[in-house]
């Protein structure tokens, strides 16, 4: 295949030109601007922070995305689907809530905000696709009724993935709750018996008869489940939550058949920002000190290229004393791999992510850096 590029610029500003002015010139240097954005809707998908969490992207980045979308004619909007977890963004009201606390109101970005997957993550658009481990992928409805998709990513570690990236801020986080079920574990949540209380209200809201009240507490009945996640919305006690099984490959190939579901058939872009490198994903409620030091913003058509040179960039930056990595290095004796993200979380690998993304055609791992 051949290969891509990918544009790169530090975080070096100038009196001239600030970092917000040299994220616009690197977009357009990249290509931007050959989109035809003309009263057309482009949805940005960001990742907007859990709440207590301070390492995700300040809402200034969104702002420039979104101003540029407005200058060549199009109507943005900046949206992410709620999540499978327990937390402060599982519905969109709370999900809305913590985007504004955390900056991305449309007074500070420039446009509106959009839960892609609508009040309680069910409202999904069924993209086929026909993939070798994901024959439809459930795709929050905002996000595919844009005309033009534009992921806006912060680069960082991750506890499951190896690395938050391009691909996972598309294909996990644009999938509806029954959609990330899918990718963590075919959709079959549990019951923790030590938060259940019995109460039915997951009976009530469930089509198919799946949960069972028994002695005074809930028990999910796999056959009857079809994964559709609205028991982890509506219950009280956040006693329902879903059974991470799936290997870290099965994962890696889901994500990256979700993210050619939201890719295929129209305009995409994707921007990735390599700064505030925590350990874990912006879903936590906090975040450590960076394994590594900021290096810089990026730009691709390409979301297979960006991922391979973001990672490609981190491996050789100096790790930070006194972070997680440097933990773990220091327990292996001083010796690193070359790979800081398994290196952090060494139950971990990204690879075949990236590997499975450029078989079924979404990219190339070949690429050219153009250095601006």
Known sequence: MERSRVYFTTFKASYSENLLQKLHRLMRQAGFEKIDFKEKYAAIKIHFGEYGNLAFLRPNYAKVVADYVKELGGKPFLTDCNTLYVGSRKNALDHLETAFVNGFSPYQTGCHVIIGDGLKGTDETIVPIDGEYVKEAKIGHAIMDADIFISLTHFKGHEMAG??????????????????????????????????????TCLKICAHGAPLIENGMATIDQNKCVGCGRCLAVCPKDAIAANFSDSVAVLNYKMAEYSYAVCKDRPCFHVSLICDVSPNCDCHAENDIPIIPDVGMLASFDPVALDQACADLCNKMPVIDGSVLDEHRRKAGGRGH???????????EWESCLE??????????????VEI
């Open 356 to 369: 499975h993304a450029e078989k079924i055609g979404l990219g190339s791992r070949e690429y050219e850096l």
């Open 163 to 200: 690395f938050g990236g391009t691909l996972k801020n598309i294909g996990m986080g644009s999938g509806s709750r029954a959609g990330k079920m899918e990718q963590h574990c075919d959709g079959k949540p549990g019951v923790n018996p030590k938060k259940c209380v019995g109460c039915g």
């Open 338 to 348: 070359g790979d800081h993200f398994h290196m952090t979380h060494p139950d971990t």
